[in-house]
Structure formats: C-alpha cells, structure tokens
C-alpha cells in the first residue's frame, strides 16, 4: 500500500510569492491534515479536510489556506510569502475518526529569501 | 489550556541500555495520547497509541509506553537502545472537535543512542 506522497519535496521562493503544495493520501483514508515544523515553533496545526469539507483550521492568518479534491487529494497553497513561513509542512492522512493514527508524508521544505 | 508536555530536549542513552523519553499531560477527560518518531530529513513516523483499556501499550521496534492517570503521564520505553533508535520522538495527543480530531504535539525529545 503506497504511503503519503507529498510533492514537491524542495521548495525555494522569493518573499512575496504564493506557492502550493501537493499530498496524496493512503488509498482509502477521507481525512488530510497539514503541519507546520520549524525549530522556533515546533509542530503547528494548520487545518484538516475531511470529504473536500474543511473541518478545523489553526491559528494561522489567511495566507494559509487549503482545499481536498473528491479523489482526497489535498492541496495548501501560502500567498505572499514571508521569510517566516521557512518550514518543513507535513501533510498527514487518516481514516478520518478521532481515535485512529495519522500517517505522515515525508514533507515538502519550504525555504522563503 | 490542554497540552504534552516532553521535559527533556535530549536524552543521551548507550547502546544495550534502557530507554525511557517522557511525556506528560494536561488533557480533560480521557486522553487519546500518541508517540511519533522523526528521522531526519523525513516525515513522522507512527510508534504508538493509547486509546482506552490496558495501561501498557506495546508499539513498533520494541517500543512501549505506560500510560499513568494519576500521574498524567505517558512515557515510552524500551528495554535495550539501539544506534539506529537515533531520532526525533514526539508524544501527542488528540484535540476532539466537529467529529474530528487534531494532534496538539509535544516540543520533541532529540534521543542519542552512542556504541
């Protein structure tokens, strides 16, 4: 069973440009949620969808937004790019229940100049 | 507000000897707690889970964790390190809401297993 592809894995961008982000899910799994690592702020919510419907959001301004497709596939896409938005965003995918593990990509790192 | 809290930012351990990183919890009702482990350069990757019933939950690559309620605790363990246990690990738990779920992680515990 393929795991969760996140695409790309390297990302570098200028401070003012938008970009997006890909995750494809385990096969079978509705729920996709993302993160944000950085050394300053560890591992931050950024939001979960869910059937293409976004169930929770973090506390991250507008830039950050989302969206699922009807095959689960997810995308995040940041618009105007800060130096602080440099992070490794990890997508996660579930069966979508409160109890059951989340299974990680291996991330896309994110590098704004 | 509900958190985990991981007290130690590293852990030094030699090879053959016992492992302990720990994890404590501030969580209302009946916590879902986790621990992930990251290697670097790559995503997290599932050890284990607490969910309801025994307090001893057995993970993968011979970890273990115990979960303590009176102690509000759910520290992993394993019997003899390995070099190759080297890592990143997180405990976590889950934020119930809108019949989802969102994993609110720890600040990360580094493990160094030395030969």
């Known amino acids: 069973k393929a795991g969760v592809t996140q695409t790309p894995r390297y990302l570098i961008k200028t401070r003012g440009q938008q970009v997006t982000l890909s995750c494809s899910p385990i096969?079978?799994?509705?729920?996709v949620s993302w993160y944000q690592q950085t050394p300053g702020q560890g591992l931050q919510f950024l939001f979960e969808?869910?059937?293409?419907?976004?169930?929770n959001k973090g506390n991250f301004p507008g830039r950050f937004s989302g969206r699922q497709f009807s095959n689960s596939r997810s995308e995040m896409n940041v618009s105007t790019l800060e130096l602080g938005d440099s992070a490794l965003y990890l997508c996660a995918s579930s069966l979508g229940s409160q109890n059951t593990e989340a299974f990680f990509g291996q991330g896309t790192r994110l590098t704004v100049v | 507000a509900q958190s985990v809290a991981q007290p130690e930012d590293q852990v030094n351990v030699a090879e053959g000897n016992p492992l302990t990183v720990k994890c404590t919890y501030s969580v209302s009702g009946n916590p879902y707690l986790f621990w992930y482990v990251q290697y670097p350069n790559r995503g997290l990757q599932f050890l284990l889970k607490?969910?309801?019933?025994?307090?001893l939950v057995k993970g993968s690559y011979g970890f273990e964790a115990e979960f303590n309620k009176s102690q509000t605790s759910f520290h992993l363990k394993k019997p003899s390190a390995l070099v190759s246990d080297s890592a990143l690990y997180f405990c976590a738990f889950v934020m119930i809401y809108n019949q989802g779920g969102k994993l609110i992680f720890g600040q990360g515990t580094e493990l160094s297993v030395k030969p």
């Open positions: 607490y969910i309801t019933g025994d307090n």
């Open positions: 096969s079978g799994h509705r729920s």
């Open positions: 969808y869910f059937s293409e419907t976004q169930r």
